[in-house]
């Protein structure tokens, strides 16, 4: 149409084509030199009722258009070569390695079982743990299933491997990585019945080949791994556990002692509760010596004498936890620090609950979470040994802290740094120094301050290199402490739900392997401010 704004006035051919025509009449020259038939400039006339069709027809939907526009069938599948199967082994197995607290766990020998590196019976323990771990997380039926047929596969080829007589120690120890890894698949099926079939498993391997055969990495690593895991059943049970005699704990290093990280001192020290507990627990039921019935007025007397005699030992244990908190402090207290700004969390920590730094309560800060964890791990062990001293002498529970303190103070090697000292070269400062306490609420509440860092920064784990093995135990043991308190309830909770691998992690009642049991009222309400008696 001529003199229409918008319309083109080329002829009809050219328009089809869509390039420009140069409007001879009657026909185009680029029609003529190109060769296409020009067919003019006549439009054909179209009528459009637009009050009655509101939406017309799409130009797309003209005749001469309908040729181009027809739908194209897409096949959009994959290829069989890149079917989601190929990648699904690799997939459950990066999800199972993001939970940081078995990554800490298995250090070296969970990484090199995935690899294929120990053995196909450690293998197929990954590989079984990897699928029901992702499949009971993403619900994925298939993926349980096919776990749950591995871990079945695995439990049989172990009992063949644990039934056979005269295995060689190199056969037998590296048994020890599959039990492990089979250990955490029963974790997270809740099943304790095999639970206590793998810890039973843990136990005659380790009878078996001896400490020996654990002088190597990553074996060595497993084998700590496995004596955590022991006496975390030891305590639930109240059982002594062979792990106490000295032979366990120095053969594993023999060859390198400088490699024994700092939380295989304290395991050391760990290790001898379980048999305080079971010894605790045979004084309360003496009611009988041999086979006839005694006076009750000579049994009190026999009570209170063993009570006296085992009260000794644990100081003797509290003492030398003490002596290992001085030496950490002169290595690596220059790597712990405090930050001044505001908390942010609600609850914030009391200030009246700290005795070392009673008017600065700040967040700690640690330049690598392997720190964080010895003194989480110190703290554990320095509840346990309280408690069982306002347990057994309540009345001199005090005094025997306190003399605690003084000796590891004075056997350091530099006893003029105590302190009260006004010579002090080593500060504890911004955490509590050995002594400083005489109610299991501290060492609680600084488990919870640590605690704090260590939630913002869990994927540091990964990135040192550093074994964990009782990652969540001493959180567990704060909150049997201090969750009477509301403030301190919704605090722990608030740090724990901030990851869903930790989320809800003790909460629901009960206490870790027990441990409340043991807490008295004098432990929790004993008079906290002792620093003018630690010289």
């Known amino acids: 149409m001529v003199g229409v704004a918008g319309r083109s006035k080329g002829c009809n051919t050219c328009r089809r084509r869509r390039v420009k025509c140069d409007?001879?009449?009657?026909?185009?020259?680029?029609?003529?030199?190109?060769?296409?038939?020009?067919?003019?400039?006549?439009?054909?006339?179209?009528?459009?009722?637009?009050?009655?069709?509101p939406n017309p027809t799409?130009?797309?939907?003209?005749?001469?258009?309908?040729?181009?526009?027809?739908?194209?069938?897409?096949?959009?599948?994959?290829?069989?070569?890149?079917?989601?199967a190929a990648f699904e082994a690799d997939m459950c197995t990066a999800h199972m390695f993001k939970n940081f607290v078995w990554k800490s766990y298995g250090t070296l020998w969970l990484d090199r079982a995935a690899e294929g590196k120990l053995g196909i019976l450690a293998l197929d323990a990954v590989k079984a743990l990897a699928r029901l771990n992702f499949g009971l997380s993403n619900r994925v039926q298939d993926l349980q299933l096919q776990g749950a047929a591995l871990y079945g596969k695995c439990l049989r080829v172990l009992a063949e491997e644990l039934g056979k007589e005269g295995s060689a120690v190199h056969d037998n120890r590296t048994l020890m990585v599959p039990i492990l890894v089979l250990m955490m698949v029963s974790a997270i099926q809740a099943d304790r019945t095999a639970a206590v079939?793998?810890?039973?498993?843990?136990?005659?391997?380790?009878?078996?080949?001896?400490?020996?055969?654990f002088q190597q990495q990553p074996l060595r690593n497993a084998f700590e791994a496995a004596r955590a895991t022991l006496l975390v059943a030891s305590l639930f049970s109240r059982r002594r556990t062979f792990l106490e005699d000295p032979y366990w704990q120095d053969v594993p290093y023999a060859l390198d002692p400088s490699m024994k990280p700092q939380q295989s001192y304290l395991l050391d020290i760990f290790v001898t509760i379980?048999?305080?507990?079971?010894?605790?627990?045979?004084?309360?039921?003496?009611?009988?010596?041999?086979?006839?019935?005694?006076?009750?007025?000579?049994?009190?007397?026999?009570?209170?004498?063993?009570?006296?005699?085992?009260?000794?030992n644990v100081a003797a244990q509290l003492e030398k936890l003490y002596r290992w908190r001085w030496n950490w402090q002169r290595m690596y207290g220059q790597y712990v620090t405090i930050t001044k700004h505001e908390w942010q969390s609600s609850p914030s920590p009391k200030t009246s609950d700290f005795t070392s730094n009673p008017t600065d309560i700040g967040h700690l800060q640690f330049t690598r979470p392997v720190y964080a964890d010895d003194i989480t791990l110190y703290n554990a062990a320095l509840m346990w040994l309280m408690t069982?001293?306002?347990?057994?002498?309540?009345?001199?529970?005090?005094?025997?802290?306190?003399?605690?303190?003084?000796?590891?103070?004075?056997?350091?090697?530099?006893?003029?740094n105590s302190p009260t000292s006004s010579s002090n070269n080593i500060s504890f400062e911004p955490l509590s120094w050995p002594g400083a306490a005489l109610s299991i609420r501290e060492p609680a509440i600084e488990i919870c301050r640590i605690y704090d860092w260590q939630c913002?920064?869990?994927?540091?784990?990964?990135?040192?290199?550093?074994?964990?093995?009782?990652?969540?135990?001493?959180?567990?043991m704060a909150r049997a402490v201090l969750d009477p308190d509301p403030d301190y309830q919704r605090w722990i909770d608030s740090m724990l739900d901030l990851n869903p691998i930790t989320a809800g992690y003790g909460r629901g009642g009960g206490s870790v392997v027990g441990f409340s049991s043991f807490v008295t009222k004098c432990a929790l309400d004993a008079d906290v401010r002792g620093s003018e008696d630690i010289m």
């Open 274 to 312: 379980p048999g305080f507990l079971e010894e605790s627990g045979r004084i309360n039921n003496l009611t009988r010596l041999g086979d006839e019935l005694i006076d009750p007025s000579i049994v009190l007397d026999e009570q209170l004498s063993r009570r006296a005699d085992l009260c000794r």
């Open 456 to 476: 913002r920064h869990h994927e540091q784990h990964g990135s040192f290199g550093d074994q964990t093995c009782m990652y969540l135990f001493p959180m567990g």
């Open 58 to 84: 799409s130009r797309l939907h003209m005749p001469e258009f309908m040729g181009l526009t027809q739908p194209v069938h897409m096949n959009f599948a994959p290829t069989p070569q890149l079917s989601l």
């Open 388 to 416: 069982l001293i306002w347990k057994l002498q309540p009345f001199q529970a005090a005094s025997i802290i306190r003399g605690c303190a003084r000796c590891a103070a004075a056997s350091s090697t530099s006893p003029c």
């Open 197 to 213: 079939f793998h810890l039973k498993a843990i136990g005659k391997v380790l009878m078996l080949c001896g400490p020996e055969a």
């Open 23 to 53: 409007e001879a009449k009657p026909q185009c020259y680029r029609c003529i030199k190109a060769g296409f038939e020009c067919l003019g400039y006549e439009r054909a006339t179209q009528w459009r009722h637009t009050s009655v069709n």
